[in-house]
């Protein structure tokens, strides 16, 4: 898997919802190192295979720091600890047993498409927030 000197957040550009998540990240992110890699891309889509998933039918998001994977709901806690302030609300997800935020994640992944619709966050014109985005 290649190594990154900064953070990765590795998503479905797709997804208004996780369109939405990448927004927050550049939002929240003061420090302005977490890059993200649209699964749609050549470098989200390598990663995704070297974590053994399938950027085709993206069900999962990755959060990469130091060679170390976060998947689904651990990556968006470990994401939102990283970013600081409200960012922090994330570690909540903690509270929720594995086995239960598991599956609500599997359930929210299959159906984002239908319950919050498409986006494109790769057409975001925020120049600061394009920096970001891995291809």
Do not use: K
Not at 32 to 52: E, H
Not at 73 to 101: T, Y
């Amino acid at each position: 898997m290649p190594q990154f000197d900064h953070p990765v957040a590795v998503m479905d550009a797709d997804c208004a919802l996780c369109s939405w998540g990448a927004r927050m990240i550049h939002r929240l992110d003061r420090t302005g190192d977490v890059r993200i890699a649209p699964i749609q891309s050549a470098t989200g889509a390598a990663l995704m295979r070297a974590n053994g998933l399938d950027p085709i039918d993206p069900d999962s998001w990755l959060f990469i720091v130091d060679g170390t994977v976060w998947r689904d709901f651990d990556a968006v806690i470990r994401l939102g600890e990283r970013a600081g302030g409200w960012g922090r609300v994330c570690s909540l997800l903690r509270l929720v047993p594995r086995p239960l935020r598991d599956w609500l994640y599997a359930r929210v992944a299959r159906n984002r498409y239908a319950v919050f619709g498409r986006g494109d966050m790769c057409a975001l014109p925020d120049p600061a927030f394009q920096a970001r985005l891995m291809t």
